[in-house]
């Protein structure tokens, strides 16, 4: 057994089924450490955390959008630092929309129009329960095991994660998190916030959280607050969000490019820099 593991929860829509999805999301690690450090890390330990069949009756068969290997070889690209300026401004402008849309009424209309799952997340509670319920059992075995905790939180699975991690006690003993990294979150947005604040949520790092990082590319329409740094106050110990852009090159077997998917940004050169050194415990 190693001293640790890393787990993967991912987000919304309907998904292929469990084995599938996991080995996906494996596969893009392992591709994503070899391509950007020459690690093979074939005995990978990683587990996973699928919630699919709680929101949908079969699993998503054929995936219009499955794990395929970037093109090219040698190391992935990076984001480059001048392009920040033009994403904060971007920031700054959504969130003054989100701000002006997302309260009231509006703000469940647009739940149910465009993230039906996050909408019955938040409004059945046996679902929800079923979801946190599932991600807290892989933690406590992963702590039982004493085992440090990489979690690795896609899209909607950001929120059950915060829900989850923000709901546990910090005791001598209890379960930790060594690394927290959050990629295409929605996080940020205003509706999201709001909701979070609603079930009684400090809008602040979680206190079993030892780092915190959240990925995210600037064309992801699900990440569009991309700075979590300045909606989530440090916890008592002082971790904050180190909040960093990359580039999600992911394109579909048909050719069209999808910021959003989970398989492009696991294996950017940033997330493999995160997972690098969780392995080697720096």
Do not use: C
């Amino acid at each position: 057994m190693t001293a640790w593991t890393i787990i993967g929860i991912h987000g919304l829509d309907n998904k292929p089924a469990a084995g599938r999805l996991a080995a996906w999301w494996r596969m893009s690690l392992i591709e994503g450490l070899e391509r950007n450090h020459g690690v093979k890390a074939q005995d990978l330990n990683f587990e996973f955390v699928y919630w699919a069949d709680v929101m949908y009756a079969a699993p998503l068969d054929p995936d219009p959008a499955p794990y395929v290997p970037a093109e090219g070889i040698g190391p992935l690209p990076r984001h480059e630092a001048s392009r920040l300026d033009a994403a904060n401004d971007l920031k700054n402008l959504l969130d003054k929309m989100s701000i002006a849309l997302g309260t009231g009424e509006v703000l469940e209309a647009i739940k149910k129009r465009t993230a039906a799952d996050l909408h019955r997340y938040h409004s059945v509670s046996a679902k929800r329960d079923e979801i946190r319920g599932r991600l807290r059992k892989a933690l406590a075995a992963a702590h039982a095991r004493s085992q440090r905790i990489m979690l690795l939180a896609h899209s909607m699975g950001s929120i059950v994660a915060f829900d989850v991690l923000a709901s546990l006690k910090l005791v001598p003993g209890a379960l930790r998190i060594d690394q927290l990294v959050t990629f295409g979150s929605p996080l940020g947005l205003h509706a999201v916030k709001q909701a979070e604040r609603a079930q009684g949520f400090d809008m602040r790092v979680p206190g079993v959280v030892q780092h915190w990082t959240n990925l995210a590319d600037v064309r992801d329409r699900v990440a569009l607050d991309a700075r979590l740094a300045t909606d989530y106050a440090a916890n008592d110990a002082g971790v904050t969000v180190t909040d960093t852009y990359v580039l999600n090159g992911y394109v579909a077997p048909g050719g069209k490019a999808n910021h959003h998917k989970v398989y492009g940004y696991l294996r950017t050169p940033e997330m493999s820099d995160r997972v690098l050194a969780f392995m080697r415990d720096r």
